[in-house]
């Protein structure tokens, strides 16, 4: 009788540990796992698609350091014609100088800034936060002079010319803040992440940030 109660309860402990083990493994261990390997997929396709990798963690542990070969990621390029007028009087003699040029706008972001992935437990989401979206560059193009008028007396200097094309410059990247090429910038960005994610077998999700202007 004392050798059955003996056998029952060992039977009894070990059906305990095997159930407690079954269920740290499914409620704890697995999930982790999961999220691990999803890290691990996810950033094969960052690498594939876009030559880098942010920080990737699992369940907010690190499992990949960022790393950005490249200093930039440019999601988006507009173009646009711009013109800029200086005039100046001076004992009503006004001198003229008018120009316009094709300028080039790149979008997206500097890659030193924080970029993360995390991956909650369970593997099937991924939670990431782009940095924030910038003009990266500006570029002009040929210019074109519209108008060279010196005053009687009111005579046009190189400086005025100088001038007047860095306010050019200036006109051009104000204008293109004025559209939405940064909010598009970013929606081109996560629109690229969802793919990778979808890739690596999960969903991107993005927090609520709106993008801001340029440094």
Do not use: Y
């Amino acid at each position: 009788m004392k050798d059955r109660l003996f056998w029952l309860t060992v039977l009894g402990a070990g059906l305990v540990t095997i159930a407690v083990t079954a269920l740290a493994w499914l409620f704890l261990l697995n999930p982790v796992r999961q999220a691990v390997n999803t890290g691990n997929a996810i950033q094969a396709e960052f690498v594939k698609l876009l030559n880098l990798t942010p920080r990737i963690t699992a369940n907010n542990a690190v499992i990949f350091a960022q790393n950005t070969p490249t200093l930039e990621l440019v999601t988006v390029e507009r173009q646009a014609l711009v013109r800029h007028r200086f005039e100046e009087s001076w004992l009503r003699s006004t001198k003229t100088f008018e120009v316009e040029a094709p300028f080039t706008a790149r979008a997206g972001f500097h890659l030193h800034d924080e970029f993360t992935v995390n991956i909650p437990r369970g593997g099937k989401i991924a939670e990431v936060r782009l940095p924030t979206a910038k003009i990266l560059s500006v570029d002009m193009g040929d210019i074109r002079i519209l108008r060279d008028e010196d005053g009687l007396w009111n005579k046009l200097t190189s400086q005025d010319r100088e001038k007047a094309i860095r306010t050019l410059t200036k006109t051009a990247k104000s204008e293109f803040l004025q559209t939405d090429i940064l909010k598009a910038a970013t929606q081109e960005a996560e629109k690229q992440i969802r793919e990778i994610a979808q890739s690596a077998g999960c969903d991107a999700v993005f927090p609520a940030e709106s993008p801001q202007g340029p440094d």
